[in-house]
């Protein structure tokens, strides 16, 4: 199904009458917007320990990339002169093989 935004999968929760496990099913379905991502992103920040969960979560959030994406990221990976971001991951049909795209560097993240 398509994702769904937070005030969309509410309104349905909300209306009752589903089982727990199709409340579930549209949960898997959320979409965060703009202002949910920055007030999770302020959570995370206010919440973590270490710096290193806030970006966890702040480059996801900010490239789009990929858990194992950001896994893979090195630090030569983050081109601050040209404002690029590289993430690499491995193809599936291929472990050996490993692909790159380059990804604007947010001003947030930055």
Request: glycine letters at 8%; charged letters at 35%; a positive charge.
């Amino acid at each position: 199904g398509k994702f769904l935004t937070l005030a969309e999968v509410r309104a349905v929760v909300d209306r009752g009458g589903l089982p727990r496990e199709e409340e579930w099913v549209l949960w898997d379905r959320l979409y965060l917007g703009p202002p949910e991502i920055a007030e999770l992103l302020a959570l995370v920040k206010r919440s973590s320990r270490r710096g290193v969960s806030y970006l966890c979560h702040a480059i996801p959030a900010y490239t789009g990339m990929r858990r194992g994406e950001v896994l893979r990221l090195r630090w030569d990976d983050v081109e601050f002169g040209q404002d690029v971001v590289v993430a690499r991951s491995k193809k599936q049909s291929r472990q050996e093989a490993e692909t790159a795209r380059r990804i604007d560097l947010h001003p947030e993240l930055r």
